[in-house]
Structures are given as structure tokens and as C-alpha cells.
């Protein structure tokens, strides 16, 4: 019972009070960030610093008219938002973003996880979840039944599934260091030396095809406005057109999260910091979740970063990347890896 | 041990009645103002021509069945990369064992790269 109501407040916390906040931090972050790179200002009218600005946006998102236009197919086409957030709320279960914590409740001692859903196969489960927000381009794409969007909906669904197997490679090379398919034990792994450092080449295609997966710039592609006008979502309005970003953010926090958690230790603090200085357990727990989210951060301002300073890929030259480069060099890490392994 | 899925089916819920709350609210509380040209296909201002759903290339479904191939032999490396540690304590016939796999694979992807599958104009 006690396991149940807290597992139903770190739901609560880390949705409602971490993620979705989050996502509209991101947002104005992601326009004050331009604004810094292209020499100019961006919002800072609406509160401190432009911090209220996402949410005149999403207010203004909820009251403008919902146009429901009359070609479309209108099942298909009301569910598409819905498919994409579902997936994207639920990959973020699984990352641990803390250690344990042992502590009494009134009497009884319990042992807290700072993670959703321990599961033994985090790994498997993350790949299986994300690669369901596919279906909500394609249905989004097809069903609205406009040139734009279905040829955004081709490219998207080609595109991420091209990049799933890069993405998959590079996660068997760490799960061979690690030796299980739990997080948590991939983070407490990385004690000694974190994985950026025994897998660069795991790092770099992960990372790339992390970028390709939450459809971000440099690999845009489905939503590449000059060509497209919006991709998929041309036919949206309202808040089902905020879902489709409300869902990109999303999943960029979960591929800045799982960048962090597989390659650069997760909550771990490096340099034995903490057992040098000797704090209380329970601060030991939150500089650790700290940590973690620092990281965290580091890797959501890269994503914008790179977003506002490389030009955007063309189709062929993505496509390319991805069966010509990212596949055979994801298989040789592997092989490598084994040899490692195996030698040290 | 399925115990540990429960936060999943509680998060799950709540994702759900999070999406389906978010549409189903702006649907309510959004102005309607009706207007025929407003219901037409955008099409950079022009009157539309024909279907959208035309067909399109033979690439894209080529991707697909490459995705679903080597999709699938990723996932028969998962369980050997799980057990490669411990097993390698008792020999190297693990590694021989998925470099041949793996070998066949490469074999595989070489026809296709001949054959012009990954070609893209």
C-alpha cells in the first residue's frame, strides 16, 4: 500500500511538477537561447525575464479555435495527438534519476527508489516505448489528408526507424559493459570511469541518433518548413497542434536523460566528491539528484545549441548517414567492444 | 515479478487521461466560428488538385522492410551482449559464436548496399 502511494507521488512529482514544466522552460529557453545566438533579444516582457511567456502561450494555445477541417479523416485524424503524447510521457519511467534512499515513514523502514519503475529490462522497455511515437506522425501525416503532411509523415516515420538501429547498437555496446539491461545497475557501472570514455564511438552514433529520433535540427526533415510548410501537422490547430510539440520537448528531456544516465553516469558525481566531504545520507541523495539534473540540463542546452548553428541536412544526405555510416560503424563498436572485453 | 509494472500501468492511465484531457478541454472551451473556405485543403493558397493520398515512391517501403530485418537481428544480439561478461569466464566460443553472427549480418547488409537498396536520389 505504502509502495503504491509512493509511487503514485513520484508520478506525480516528476510528470506534473519536473516534465511539464520543464518542456515550457524549454521552450522559452529555446527562443531566448536564438535570440542570445542571433545577436537580438527574444521574449522578455511577459514576468521575470520573459518567465510567464509559455504560459500566455499555452493559454492562448487552449482558447484559439479548434479547425476540424472537412477532408480529413476525422478518427484518425482526432487521436493522432493523443498517440504521440501517450509514449512520450510514459518512456521517461524508467530512468533513474537518484539512488536509493533507506529511511523510516512513521514505524515501518522503507527503501525508496528515486525512479518510477524499477524494471530488469529499462533498456528494452525505453526502445520498445519510444519507437511507438512513430505511429503518431504516420496517423497524424495520413490522416489529415493535405500533400504536406503526408509527405512529412513518410519522411518522419522513414527517418525514425532508419535511426532506431543506430540507437539500438550503440545501447548493446553499453548493456555489454554493464552486463544487465537495468539502469540502474548501467549507472553504478560507471562508478569507476564513465561509459563516454570506454565507448566515444557508442557515444557519438547514440547521440546522433538520439537528435534524429526527436526529429530536431540538424535531421528536422519531417517538419522542414521551407519545403513543407509544417510537415505533419499542417492541418492542426489549437492545442492538438501544441500536442505535437508538447511531445517533441517531451522526448528531447527523456534523450537528454538517457544520453546522461548511459554515458555520462547518471547521478554519480564525479571526482569521489562525495565520499571525500562526508554529508548525511539523505543530502548524499539530493546532490546526487542535483547532479543528475545539471547533466540533464548541460545536454537539453546542447540540443538547442546545435539546433541554432548547423544548417539543416537534406533527405538523401540523411538517409545515407544513417544505412551508409551510422549501422556498419554501430555493428564494428560492437565487435570492438568484444575485443575489449575480452583483452582488459 | 510482475509486480514492477505497476507504476508503468499507473503512469499509463494518467498519460492517457493527460492527453485526452488536454484535447477534449481546448474542443470545449474553443470559440467555433464557422466558414466553408476555412474546412478546404491548405495548399499555399491555391485550389486544390486531386487526392493527397497518391502513391508514392518505392524507397520508403524498402526502408521499412531493411528496418524490420535488422530490427529484428538487433534484438538476438540483446541477450548476448547481457551474458557476454560472465560467459567469457569460461572460454571464447561466446565471442567466435557472435562475431560469425555478426559476420553473416555485415554479409547481408554488403548484398543490399550492392544490390542499391540504401541508394537515394
Known amino acids: ?21 520543464l518542456v515550457m522552460m524549454l521552450i522559452l529557453a529555446e527562443r531566448r537561447v536564438s535570440a ?18 509559455p504560459v500566455a502561450d499555452g493559454l492562448k494555445f487552449l482558447f484559439k479555435e479548434d479547425v476540424i477541417p472537412g477532408h480529413v479523416d476525422r478518427f484518425l485524424y482526432l487521436i493522432a495527438p493523443g498517440i504521440i503524447l501517450f509514449p512520450a510521457l510514459l518512456t521517461f519511467a524508467v530512468v533513474p534519476f537518484g539512488d536509493q534512499l533507506t529511511t523510516y515513514i512513521g514505524h515501518t523502514l522503507v527503501t525508496i527508489r528515486f525512479q518510477i519503475a524499477d524494471l530488469n529490462v529499462g533498456v528494452l522497455y525505453i526502445v520498445a516505448v519510444a519507437s511507438l511515437g512513430v505511429y503518431g506522425l504516420v496517423i497524424g501525416g495520413y490522416s489529415s489528408n493535405n500533400k504536406y503532411s503526408m509527405l512529412g509523415g513518410l519522411r518522419s516515420s522513414a527517418q525514425m526507424i532508419s535511426y532506431e538501429l543506430p540507437l539500438g547498437l550503440a545501447i548493446i555496446s553499453v548493456v555489454m559493459m554493464s552486463g544487465s539491461l537495468r539502469l540502474q545497475d548501467i549507472v553504478v557501472d560507471q562508478y569507476e570511469i564513465w561509459n563516454v570514455f570506454r565507448q566515444p564511438l557508442g557515444f557519438i552514433i547514440f547521440l546522433v541518433a538520439s537528435f534524429a529520433e526527436t526529429n530536431r535540427l540538424p535531421f528536422d526533415l519531417p517538419e522542414a518548413e521551407q519545403e513543407l510548410v509544417g510537415g505533419y501537422h499542417t492541418e492542426y490547430s489549437s492545442m492538438k497542434f501544441a500536442s505535437f510539440f508538447l511531445a517533441e520537448y517531451i522526448n528531447m528531456i527523456t534523450a537528454s536523460a538517457l544520453i546522461t544516465t548511459l554515458f555520462f553516469g547518471g547521478w554519480h558525481v564525479p571526482f569521489g566528491i562525495l565520499e571525500a566531504i562526508n554529508l548525511p545520507v539523505l543530502w548524499e541523495q539530493i546532490i546526487q539528484i542535483l547532479a543528475f539534473s545539471l547533466k540533464t540540463l548541460f545536454f537539453l542546452f546542447f540540443f538547442i545549441w546545435v539546433r541554432w548553428t548547423l544548417p539543416r541536412f537534406r533527405y538523401d544526405q540523411l538517409m545515407n548517414l544513417g544505412w551508409k555510416s551510422m549501422v556498419p560503424l554501430g555493428l564494428l563498436n560492437i565487435v570492438l567492444t568484444a575485443i575489449g572485453i575480452a583483452v582488459f | ?9 499507473v503512469l499509463s492511465v494518467i498519460a492517457l487521461g493527460f492527453a485526452a484531457a488536454v484535447l477534449i478541454l481546448t ?38 522492410m531493411m528496418f524490420i530485418l535488422f530490427d529484428v537481428e538487433v534484438i538476438f544480439i540483446y541477450p548476448w551482449a547481457v551474458v557476454y561478461q560472465q560467459f567469457l569466464a569460461y572460454g571464447s566460443f561466446i565471442f567466435w559464436e557472435m562475431l ?8 547481408g547488409y554488403l548484398y543490399l548496399y550492392k544490390r542499391g537498396a540504401f541508394k537515394w536520389e
Do not use: C
Not at chain 1, 545577436?39 to 518567465?51: A, E, I, K, T
Not at chain 2, 478546404?40 to 502513391?55: D, F, I, N, W
Not at chain 2, 560469425?100 to 554479409?107: D, G, N, P, T
Open chain 2, 1 to 9: 515479478m510482475l509486480l514492477q509494472y505497476i507504476p508503468i500501468l
Open chain 1, 36 to 53: 542570445f545566438i542571433q545577436n537580438r533579444l527574444g521574449p522578455n516582457r511577459v514576468g521575470w525575464q520573459g518567465m510567464m511567456q
Open chain 2, 100 to 107: 560469425l553472427f555478426i559476420a553473416v549480418l555485415f554479409a
Open chain 2, 27 to 64: 474542443h470545449v472551451i474553443s470559440p467555433k466560428v464557422k466558414d466553408p473556405v476555412k474546412l478546404t485543403v491548405y495548399e499555399s493558397g491555391l485550389p486544390p488538385q486531386m487526392e493527397a493520398r497518391l502513391r508514392y515512391p518505392i524507397r520508403f517501403f524498402v526502408v521499412a
Open chain 1, 1 to 21: 500500500m505504502l509502495e503504491a502511494i509512493l509511487a503514485l507521488i513520484k508520478i506525480g512529482v516528476v510528470v506534473f511538477l519536473v516534465i511539464l514544466p
